[in-house]
């Protein structure tokens, strides 16, 4: 049964720190990239963090470059997303995702809230 498993979110004051992790299962994990994409209310859906299956390749755009860090651990079929120096802007639904081909599969979303 293909299931994501994503905690880690919450609130957190600018500055801080929030560790997201998924947990997937239900189909072959470490073939597939894996990645966090977020969306803010009346924003565009944004890719946030990619990895490739083996963990050797790493994807981040500029708006999170030297803040965001993405892992994975292939033997516990989990990526993880550490997120520091937080700001205001950086709040929203996060996403994580598994590709491979043409095949995406999708997690529910974990809610980050930056405020003060």
């Known amino acids: 049964q293909l299931q994501f498993v994503e905690s880690g979110g919450g609130w957190v004051q600018p500055g801080g720190s929030l560790n997201l992790s998924c947990t997937a299962s239900?189909?072959?994990?470490?073939?597939?990239?894996m990645g966090w994409y977020r969306q803010a209310p009346e924003k565009e859906r944004e890719l946030v963090g990619r990895i490739s299956g083996d963990g050797g390749t790493t994807y981040y755009p500029d708006s999170v470059k030297d803040r965001f860090t993405i892992s994975r651990d292939n033997a516990e079929n989990t990526v993880y997303l550490q997120m520091n120096h937080l700001k205001s802007e950086d709040a929203a639904l996060y996403y994580c995702?598994?590709?491979?081909?043409?095949?995406?599969?999708w997690g529910q979303g974990t809610q980050v809230t930056v405020s003060l």
């Open positions: 239900g189909f072959p994990f470490n073939l597939y990239t």
């Open positions: 995702f598994a590709t491979y081909g043409i095949a995406s599969l």
